[in-house]
């Protein structure tokens, strides 16, 4: 089986995507980020992009966490470099998922320019997450009936007599026939 070597002065383009706890404090997400970077470095490898995306509702649940920090990275390098952040995420206990993916071979490194505050990590400022309740897909629907306590469509649509507030804001009056 070969394997595809790159020419000199050419790496290959990655991206890698990893998701840390909701409850991640900025502490350990700065040391989460400066070991990715001091990884890239170390393995002869350049760092292009860093994104930090926000904390958003996971597709499933893991490690029971809805949410989680996204960041998003892109880099050159080679096969090392990869592996070797992917080591260093594994071993991160604030990172619950990661994902490497290959965008190009054979990028040529003196044409690719980067800006310094497009491979900054910015600093984990996110307010604490709520205890968010999340409503199925039937009871945004309408399809079941809401939780006692919280008012019911009919108790809103008020008694004879009393008025009603329309889609305005203004309060309209019974008519009757």
Same mark, same amino acid.
């Given at each position: 089986?070969? &394997?595809?070597?790159? *020419? ?10 990893? $998701? ?6 900025? +502490? ?29 509702? =996971?597709?499933?649940? $893991? *490690?029971?966490?809805?949410?989680? $920090?996204?960041?998003? =990275? ?12 992917? &080591? ?16 190009? /071979? /054979?990028? +040529?490194?003196? /044409?690719?320019?980067v800006a310094a505050e497009d491979v900054k990590f910015e600093r984990v400022e996110l307010p604490p997450a709520e205890d968010e309740r ?8 309408? =399809? $079941? ?29 019974d008519e009757e026939s």
């Amino acid at each position: 089986m070969s &394997r595809m070597v790159t *020419a000199q002065g050419r790496q290959r383009e990655y991206e890698t995507i990893y $998701i840390m706890r909701p409850d991640i404090d900025a +502490e350990s997400a700065e040391k989460v980020g400066g070991r990715v970077s001091e990884v890239v470095d170390r393995e002869k490898g350049r760092l292009t992009k860093v994104e930090l995306w926000g904390r958003r509702r =996971l597709a499933y649940d $893991i *490690a029971k966490h809805r949410r989680g $920090i996204y960041v998003y =990275l892109k880099y050159l390098g080679d096969g090392k470099v990869v592996s070797e952040v992917e &080591r260093n995420l594994r071993l991160s206990d604030g990172v619950l998922k990661y994902q490497t993916v290959l965008l190009r /071979n /054979n990028v +040529e490194v003196e /044409n690719v320019t980067v800006a310094a505050e497009d491979v900054k990590f910015e600093r984990v400022e996110l307010p604490p997450a709520e205890d968010e309740r999340e409503d199925s897909r039937e009871r945004q629907l309408g =399809l $079941i009936e809401p939780e006692r306590g919280a008012p019911r469509h009919h108790e809103l649509e008020g008694e004879p007599g009393e008025s009603e507030e329309t889609e305005g804001g203004e309060a309209a009056e019974d008519e009757e026939s």
